[in-house]
């Protein structure tokens, strides 16, 4: 029975994902399904013999046709791992597979598995031994680590930032006369309002520390779009971050090479934690922050003539995608929303959508646990895997950890075309 459950997590572990996979993570995996599969054995079989159901002892004469049947079975699913991470690999322009990759994925899965059942007798020798405190504060520690390099992790790579505030122009925040200071800016912020530009952008953020709620920050924009003169541009797009405050370089090249010099771009932050944890912990804040801004940018464009009023559009991607959407009450006037990535579940009824099927991002709710994903507004940019239940969802939530190192046009990264309206070119 040992051998089959082992066969059964193996394959099932060689699902096929959205992503490809490195070896390093194929075998972490294997090796937590096959523990997994281990651990859920010895509790059906425990209870058995609860009540006196015990399962008959194995054959030894069936243990050998058994494994190597097992593991004909488990090349087999290998096998056809190996043509749909090939496949993945060729619409994605990455390298082939080879046998390292396997080699190491077998090895990595060897060691996670041992170390693994070896875990509870170490708990167990240490915590007779009095150490079981200091065994605990180093997985606190490490934890600790582990969440605090997550936080420094940058969906948008590293770039060149400016040294100075005094270089940073009048139409953007932290420079000439604004009213935030380039160090109140904040990471996210001083790399967004940073990026290069062949024209005169105006790029206004507005941190946390900005003010103490959503419509105060939401004034506070307005005070800094007036201030730059935001307002004599013919479009304004309003930036809806993603949970740590990050705003897409990608998305601002597209718009700022679109319009040029007659858009204006202003984001509100409503969080610094990572992205996840946002979503986990506080999703309803990208819905709060971007209504407060919508609303009083709307109430502010009510005043001016409608010949010198720009028109309003709202983007976001990820979670930013959320709090843009919600925005509106009803469906959007064409041009006026543009969602990239948005999580599943998102309404995109009436939205410039840009959206990968290999992006988990798009796939992933708790539902895909029992029910396919919906995917009518994505576009297919790689082979997309069968929907199975339960597997799936686990698959899936791996591919978000590596969502983001995907090739350009793949996975949850998206392109300069953001901008583009898939309706109008408006």
Known sequence: MTILTVVLATVISLAPPLLPRQSVVQGVVTGVFVVVALAVLRLVVTARRRTGRAPRPARPELRVPVALVGGSVVLVAAAGAHRWQNGLREAMAVPALDVRWWLEALAVAIVVVAALLALPRLVHLLSRRGVAVAVAATLGIGATVGIGATAAFSPGGAIDTVASPTALSVGLSGGVGSAVSWNRLGREGQKFVSLPSEGSPIRIYVPLSAAPDPSARAEFAVDELRRARAFDRPHL?????????????????????????DVAIVAQQYSDMPSWATFVLDRG???????????ALRAHLSTLPDERRPALHVYGQSLGATGASAVFDDEP?????FLAGPPAGVRTAGASVRANTSDPVVWWRPSLLWSPPDLSHARADAPTPPWLPVVSFVN???????????????????????????????
């Open 237 to 261: 797009v309003v930036a809806v971050p993603t949970g740590s405050g990050w705003v897409d370089a990608a998305a601002v090249r597209g718009f700022e090479g679109r319009w040029g010099d």
């Open 285 to 295: 804040a990208a819905e709060e922050e971007a209504r407060a801004l919508v609303t």
């Open 333 to 337: 006037e064409p041009c006026a929303l």
């Open 396 to 426: 899936t939530t791996v591919d978000l950890l590596t969502s983001l190192e995907a090739a350009p046009g793949h996975g949850h990264r998206y392109g300069d075309d953001q901008a583009r309206c898939t309706s109008s070119d408006g």
